[in-house]
């Protein structure tokens, strides 16, 4: 039986920053004897529904996330300078519900929130956390990157409008451990403090971008290709290389990395006992049409048309008539009216 599962993990579809393959990361998973897996991209759900069935197929439970993009204000500021940056949250669908909130969040903040990233903010994050768990994130995160710059008080802060948002064993703060960031060891005791002082558990993380340590070249050099610099340059943003530690580590691994912390490693495999995502495929969802009182979608149709088709053609013969009702009465008999009407709108 597992007793770590990887809860933030990169597929190829964090574009031009993930590496690993989907069918190689759940290869991965089997061979280390784990039973569920995440999916966790940057700002998108691209490669949810891949991930679910082949998850599924593999024997592995499929956990449904994204790491999305925050605003530093509002969604809607787009202002150079004060901006450009974002924050980084880790977000799990507990259930439909949640998986449904994290498709709205992330058309919403592609719609409204698009600026460098599509961006979220905390007005969409209240308005759409039912069902989701939120992890506080890498230093990227609100929280981490706070307690990293000394603004103590200001991440206490933000740890307490998350709680408001989501009800309890809902929100983690994310211990993760990188020989190449040595500052997170201060800001992980930080976190712990925190931990202690409000009542938020910790869970542990190991934000995966590739599948085995051999890859961490590959993953550069796709790094390069994002940030439009070479390999041979030094001092490249966002380097990996010098510590190949964004790989799938084993279970063993995380435990021995986290043993200070094993109630970090623990709440992994509480939470993905919590997250159960049934996704419904193969069928037609149409949105629903609201037609007038005493009409169903095949009458109001069949009114609409009629009103319709004397723009259309110059004079409305017998003909005309004839072939229309035989349209609708085919359209009635595939089950499609209310398709037409939403089109027609």
């Not at 603004?151 to 802060?157: F, G, K, L, S």
């Not at 409008?161 to 983690?172: A, G, K, N, W």
């Not at 340059?233 to 043993?259: A, G």
Request: one cysteine or more; aromatic letters at 8%; proline letters at 4%.
């Amino acid at each position: 039986m597992a007793d770590f599962t990887h809860l933030h993990v990169h597929t190829e579809y964090s574009l031009l920053d993930g590496l690993g393959k989907i069918k190689d990361l759940l290869a991965k998973a089997q061979e280390y004897g784990m039973d569920s897996l995440a999916i966790t991209d940057h700002g998108s759900m691209f490669g949810v529904i891949k991930f679910y069935l082949k998850a599924k197929a593999a024997g592995i439970k499929p956990i449904i996330g994204v790491e999305v993009y925050q605003a530093a204000r509002s969604r809607l500021d787009k202002q150079n300078g004060l901006d450009n940056d974002q924050y980084h949250l880790v977000l799990l669908a507990e259930n439909l519900t949640g998986y449904q909130n994290l498709m709205k969040l992330i058309t919403r903040a592609n719609l409204e929130g698009f600026y460098y990233k599509p961006r979220v903010d905390m007005e969409l994050l209240r308005d759409y956390g039912e069902g989701l768990i939120a992890l506080s994130g890498c230093l990227g995160g609100e929280i981490p990157h706070l307690l990293m710059v000394g603004q103590d008080e200001a991440a206490e802060r933000k740890a307490k409008e998350f709680m408001e948002i989501f009800p309890p064993d809902h929100f983690y703060l994310e211990l993760q451990k990188h020989p190449d960031m040595p500052e997170l060891d201060k800001v992980n005791e930080k976190l712990v403090a925190l931990s202690r002082k409000l009542g938020i558990a910790l869970v542990a993380t190991n934000d995966i971008h590739y599948i085995n340590k051999e890859d961490a070249e590959a993953q550069e050099i796709l790094l390069c290709v994002q940030t439009q610099r070479t390999i041979l340059e030094k001092n490249r943003p966002m380097s990996m290389l010098s510590h190949p530690d964004y790989y799938m580590k084993s279970q063993e691994e995380m435990k021995t990395m986290f043993m200070q912390y094993p109630e970090a490693i623990a709440n992994t495999e509480k939470i993905a006992a919590m997250c159960n995502v049934e996704i419904e495929l193969g069928n037609w969802i149409l949105p629903h049409f609201e037609v007038p009182e005493g009409e169903t979608p095949g009458s109001y149709l069949s009114k609409e048309a009629h009103a319709r088709i004397v723009s259309r053609v110059d004079k409305v013969t017998p003909e005309i008539t004839e072939r229309l009702d035989y349209e609708l009465k085919i359209i009635s008999q595939k089950g499609y009216p209310t398709y037409f009407l939403v089109v027609a709108d």
